[in-house]
């Protein structure tokens, strides 16, 4: 009903908020546009799932998630691909995987301190209900 549109209206400009703010940060850079193919043509072959900042705003523009979890599991696949894509000692592939961590903790962090539970649990009764 009405009500509930309200409710995912509220989130979509929550998700939409943390997104850009991941976005502007230039720990970020690597993370806020899909890989390149032409650059990193094995890219593809390695990861199976791949995810960037500008996709998420895509895809909670389309309404994707109703709720904050199913924005999660997209956020996180952001660093887990990058983890598993540079698991080498060299320094880049170091450099990288620091970055990827970092956007782990700051997502979480954001969340923890920003997302009110009873808005969440909102949320959820939603998702359930459909
Ligand atoms: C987004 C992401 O995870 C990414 C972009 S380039 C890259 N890695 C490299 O370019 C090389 C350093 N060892 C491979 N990783």
Redesign the pocket.
Known sequence: EEQEEDVLRELRLFLRNVTERLALDRRFK??TKP?DIEE?PDYLIVIKKPMDLSTLLTNIDEHKYVTVSEFMSDADLIWQ??LE??P?S?P??RH?RHRACALKDTVRAIIRDELDEDFDRVCEEIKESR
Do not use: P
């Open positions: 690597a993370f890989v990193v691909n990058a894509y540079n080498d060299d880049m592939d990288i």
